[in-house]
Every structure is written in structure tokens, then in C-alpha cells.
């Protein structure tokens, strides 16, 4: 079955502990991309790739990280989560661009206290 | 870079009756206009999308229209049904920069 799988689907953490969001595909797209979804504020892209090893800024990439070694997956570091950080967060993936329907994963909701 | 502005943020309609959801947009290089539905508790899916060189789009009960004049794009759904309830995204990206901004999405009621 295409999917876009994410890991953890729940998480509660402390301000400053490191945490990674897997995220996964096995559509072998070339896009992948991950957004924070705030009330109010809709989704806001915080990193993508267009392929391994290259990856850019979103609108919103303060505070996170990412990295694309292999083409199935993209995790999002966040190496010193702060309380503003929790939110719900989903990553995506597409056939080649930003411009091609965007597969999304199940979410990630993150509260950080 | 791009700004996507959507409006109304909620909208209640009788079933049966037609609804409508407009975005604009700033960047005149946009090309690409996805819009996502979220319901509740899941993860939003694309419904229909539209590209700069058509100005409307239809697909069963929903279409979409164009106009890169006035750089604004809507959603039309007609004879809306309680299962069209959900938070509906309009988005825009532009080719070869890759970037996708969402607008802040519309919360769409259909009263049986």
C-alpha cells in the first residue's frame, strides 16, 4: 500500500531535550516536506527536499532541522524544542516538485512543556 | 515571497446549497493551486488542483476557477452533502522554487 508513515504519532517532552520525527515513504518520491498546522494559522512548510542529500528552507524553518540521506525518508530534528514548537505536525511527499499532489502522513502531534 | 490569504474562515451551509471558498494570492509567478480537504482528525487529502494555463477546472460536484488577472482563485462545491464537512486548504506554489503556502483554511458546515 502507498503510504506516508510518521513516528512518533504522540509526543510529550521537556523544553531542551532533543527529539527526532521520523517520517517515511515508499512511493519513491523525489519531494518530501514537512508542515506545522496551527489553529488559525493553516499549515506552514518548514523544510523540503527535492532529493537525497538536498534540502531547503520553508516559511517557518527556525528551530528545526532536517536531513534527506536516503530517498524514502526525511526526519525533522528538533535539537532544543521550545513550548512554541508544540503543534500538530505532518510530513508529505510528492512525485517530483511542489507542484504535484502532496501525500501526506498521519501527523505528529508534539507538546513540549 | 508568496503570501495566500483565504477567506471566509467558517462557513455554514445548508445540504443541498452551494459553497464557496476564495483565495488570493501576492506572488505573480504562482502557477500551481491545490486545494486540501482535512476532516476532522485526519490528514488533509487533495481534491482538485488547477494550473496558471487553465482558468477553471471541474470534477463532479467541485470545480475551481482562475484568475491570474486579479491573482484570486475559489472552490465552488455545489450541492453540498454532511460529508463535505471539513477544513478546506487553498494553497499556491511556484514552479522550480518548490515553495507551497497554504492559506489558513476554511472550516465548511453542511447542515443536513
Known amino acids: 500500500e502507498a503510504q506516508v508513515t510518521q513516528n512518533p504519532r504522540y509526543l510529550i517532552t521537556v523544553t531542551g531535550k532533543k527529539l527526532t520525527v521520523t517520517c517515511s515513504q515508499n512511493m519513491n518520491h523525489e519531494y518530501m516536506s514537512w508542515y506545522r498546522q496551527d489553529p488559525g494559522l493553516g499549515l506552514r512548510q518548514i523544510y523540503y527536499s527535492m532529493n537525497v542529500e538536498v534540502t531547503d528552507k520553508g516559511d517557518v524553518p527556525e528551530g528545526y532541522k532536517v536531513s534527506r540521506k536516503e530517498k524514502r525518508n526525511f526526519p525533522l530534528i528538533l535539537e532544543s524544542p521550545s513550548p512554541n514548537q508544540t503543534s500538530l505536525y505532518f510530513c508529505?511527499?510528492?512525485?517530483?516538485?511542489?507542484?504535484?499532489?502532496?501525500?501526506f502522513g498521519p501527523g505528529t502531534r508534539l507538546t513540549v512543556t | 515571497g508568496e503570501n495566500v490569504e483565504q477567506h471566509p474562515s467558517t462557513l455554514s451551509v445548508q445540504e443541498g446549497d452551494s459553497a464557496v471558498i476564495k483565495c488570493t494570492y501576492s506572488?505573480?509567478?504562482?502557477?500551481?493551486f491545490p486545494w486540501y480537504k482535512q476532516e476532522l482528525g485526519k490528514r488533509p487529502q487533495l481534491i482538485i488542483d488547477?494550473?496558471?494555463?487553465?482558468g477553471e477546472k471541474k470534477d463532479q460536484r467541485i470545480a475551481v476557477t482562475l484568475n491570474k488577472t486579479a491573482k484570486h482563485f475559489s472552490l465552488h462545491i455545489t450541492e453540498t452533502q454532511p460529508e463535505d464537512s471539513a477544513v478546506y486548504f487553498c494553497a499556491a506554489s511556484v514552479h522550480n522554487n518548490n515553495d507551497m503556502r497554504f492559506g489558513a483554511g476554511t472550516r465548511l458546515t453542511v447542515k443536513p
Open positions: 488547477i494550473r496558471s494555463n487553465v
Open positions: 508529505a511527499s510528492s512525485f517530483s516538485s511542489g507542484t504535484y499532489e502532496q501525500y
Open positions: 506572488d505573480s509567478a504562482s502557477n500551481y
